[in-house]
């Protein structure tokens, strides 16, 4: 497949000029980080308060059977002190976190970092009063609501490892996670209101226990007053606790490898595996990504749009920003109410510079018309990003145009729960965007293309294969829960020497890198290698698709076939000759070979809770294989699967 050509934006002046890194800053600091590691990450560790200072940098093994990840080891820290006590003498009242509702009629709330240092330290007050000390796991099943930035950094203030599970998750998927990690408590809230409908948190909570130890105690925040049963002993009530709870607590001296969280991942390509993130590096590598890849300054209101159940919404709405003394905005709402503008209504109310969001959320509302945009003031963005799989051009240019109005710089950041923070992005005073391209690695970050099949490293320019990474940096993951065998298996094993990232990817003619995909959806179509998410961009890009997923299917004749799965937009409806339209599309945008052999009309497709698509799913739907779909607890809406199902397209 030969690389599509593609738009290049350069970095405009102004942004250049104010930016904390141009071009030739990172390229000097970029050397400077892979030549002396040792060097570069122990100026950078100088960001973070350590209680007690490192003397060793990093000791790392990846040798296979004995992989081993230690950062600034002898060192100690807290990172609660780091994300709140630091900031309260230079900026005690200015707000930490700008928190918007569900409903915006109901008023928004701004908490002060002194204020936050109350709250955190009266929750960990009551932790403690329940029994929780360092070490023991504490479960959060919260909404969107300033109490659960409370809830983890009162956890990291007393030592105690958070796990959080979206509140989106079912009794299920709650109490496996928290028998996984043998929690002591479990946070969680009345009710969780999002888009105009409550989920009751607290009976999920109750059902989940009914397959829990007797031990688990549950501490309930009000959020809606709703009723709920309560169990004395077990059930204790935050609200009526926190009136009592001490102002102070004293945070404690953290080892820099001691865990900071377990965090479970989207479970996109199969069963979820609990990632463990520990203190020292991880704080280290979410600050320094978080003020750099979005070009934060003081002063500036910065929003994340991801929830606190996935990693972007620790590192980049709490750790990250809070470490760097930044105002962040936790929205407890969704993109789609009261209706398709609210994004644009909440940067306007709330003069936003920074916007990160992920690619599902950019087409979704691409779908529904640029009206919803342009009745908003969105003059106080300087920056867009974007985050969670490959972003389309279309997608993209939609995203530049209408909402950045082609001023705001996109990083498209490429990374995973695995990874902690940023692995690859462009930064925005340094280096140009091209639409879906990931661009260049972050520091530290030594990216290597690998052929598939030998495993053996691809030089130069204009190559693709899988994406490996070749040493350690301070951010990634240490082990999964309890099962370190499958930490070695799953990163190390396969590409010996190597993390192996799982996805697929091109380094252009520049040298700038492109995410093409997980390497499983790779497709072999008569001999030619193609990532599904070029056919995929292809199809979006006719005016007619909103969404589309392609994945492969055994075919007689050329190995493999390509299924296509497409979602049309609102106004269109399905017809034979739209049909043959796509189809013709396809192959004058990628070239015969990328010619869909199937194409099925899909009002919905198969999504991850975080938004991304389940592939593996729609390859078992395509293969006519339904019996054994995997493990589907992390599915959005279970029903787009039966539909899926019974509409399933004859193979022609
Ligand atoms: P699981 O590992 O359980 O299958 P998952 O990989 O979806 O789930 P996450 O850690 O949430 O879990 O997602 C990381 C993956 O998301 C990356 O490996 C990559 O495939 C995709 N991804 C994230 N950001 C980008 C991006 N900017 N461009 C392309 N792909 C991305
Ligand atoms: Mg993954």
Not at 118 to 124: D, P, Q
Not at 270 to 279: A, I, L, M, R
Not at 302 to 320: E, F, K, L, M, P
Not at 545 to 558: D, L, M, T
């Amino acid at each position: 497949m030969t690389t599509p050509e593609s738009a290049v934006y350069p970095p405009s002046e102004d942004i250049v000029k104010n930016a904390h890194v141009n071009a030739a800053k990172y390229d000097e600091m970029y050397a400077q980080s892979i030549e002396n590691p040792e060097k570069f990450w122990a100026e950078q560790a100088e960001r973070i308060d350590w209680i007690k200072p490192f003397t060793k940098v990093k000791n790392v093994s990846y040798d296979f059977g004995n992989v081993d990840i230690k950062w600034f080891e002898d060192g100690q820290l807290n990172v609660a002190a780091n994300c709140i006590d630091r900031h309260l003498e230079t900026r005690g009242d200015q707000t930490a976190i700008i928190w918007e509702p569900d409903d915006p009629s109901d008023e928004a709330k701004h908490i002060s970092y002194k204020e936050l240092h109350l709250r955190t330290c009266r929750m960990a007050n009551i932790l403690e009063s329940m029994g929780v000390g360092k070490g023991d796991r504490v479960v959060i099943y919260l909404p969107m609501i300033p109490e659960a930035a409370y809830a983890m950094l009162a956890c990291a203030r007393i030592g105690a490892i958070h796990s959080i599970v979206f509140a989106g998750f079912s009794p299920d998927a709650l109490a496996a996670r928290i028998n996984g990690c043998d929690a002591k408590v479990v946070i969680t809230a009345d009710e969780a209101p999002r888009g105009g409908r409550k989920t009751p948190l607290k009976s999920n909570a109750d059902a989940a226990l009914l397959h829990c130890k007797e031990s688990v105690k549950c501490l309930v925040v009000r959020r809606t007053g709703g009723q709920t049963t309560w169990i004395d002993g077990r059930d204790h009530d935050y609200n009526e606790m926190a009136l009592e709870a001490n102002d102070y607590c004293k945070p404690a001296a953290m080892d820099a490898e001691d865990p900071l969280f377990i965090l479970y991942t989207s479970g996109s390509t199969g069963q979820p595996k609990g990632v463990v993130h520990t203190t020292g590096g991880y704080l280290t590598y979410a600050a320094l990504t978080h003020e750099v890849t979005f070009d934060y300054h003081d002063g500036d209101i910065y929003w994340c749009t991801a929830d606190v159940g996935w990693v972007t919404g620790h590192s980049y709405i709490v750790y990250g920003p809070l470490a760097n003394g930044a105002t962040t905005l936790m929205f407890e709402g969704v993109p789609t109410y009261p209706d398709a503008g609210r994004f644009w209504a909440v940067c306007e109310k709330h003069k936003v510079n920074q916007f990160y969001t992920a690619p599902t959320a950019i087409r979704a509302l691409m779908g529904q018309g640029t009206e919803f945009v342009e009745k908003y003031d969105l003059s106080d963005l300087k920056l867009l990003g974007t985050v969670g799989e490959p972003i389309n051009p279309e997608a993209w240019n939609w995203y530049n145009d209408v909402v950045g109005k082609g001023k705001c710089p996109i990083v498209d950041t490429w990374w995973q729960t695995e990874t902690g923070g940023h692995l690859m992005t462009p930064l925005p005073g340094a280096h140009a965007t091209k639409p879906g391209a990931a661009m260049k690695p972050f520091f530290g970050v030594e990216p290597v293309v690998l052929d598939p099949q030998s495993g053996a490293e691809i030089d130069g320019n204009g190559v693709e294969g899988v994406l490996c990474i070749k040493d350690s940096w301070p951010g990634q993951m240490r082990t999964v829960w309890g099962d370190h065998e499958r930490f070695e298996k799953t990163y190390f094993s396969d590409y010996k020497g190597y993390y192996f990232t799982g996805d697929g990817c091109r380094r252009d003619a520049d040298g700038d890198y492109w995410i093409t995909g997980r390497v499983d959806d790779v497709i072999n179509v008569s001999g030619h290698r193609m990532g599904t998410a070029e056919v995929e961009s292809a199809l979006v890009a006719h005016a007619a698709v909103a969404e589309a997923a392609v994945v492969g299917y055994p075919h007689e004749i050329k190995g493999q076939g390509i299924y296509c799965y497409v979602t049309l937009m609102n106004d269109r409806e399905p017809s034979d000759e739209l049909l043959k339209e796509l189809r013709q599309w396809v192959r004058t945008e990628i070239g015969p070979i990328a010619s869909p052999d199937v194409i099925q009309w899909a009002p919905g497709l198969p999504k991850t809770r975080s938004g991304k698509i389940m592939r593996r799913i729609l390859r078992k739907i395509a293969e006519n294989d339904f019996g054994s779909l995997g493990d589907t607890s992390t599915l959005a809406d279970p029903s787009v699967v039966d539909d899926l199902i019974s509409n399933r397209a004859n193979k022609g």
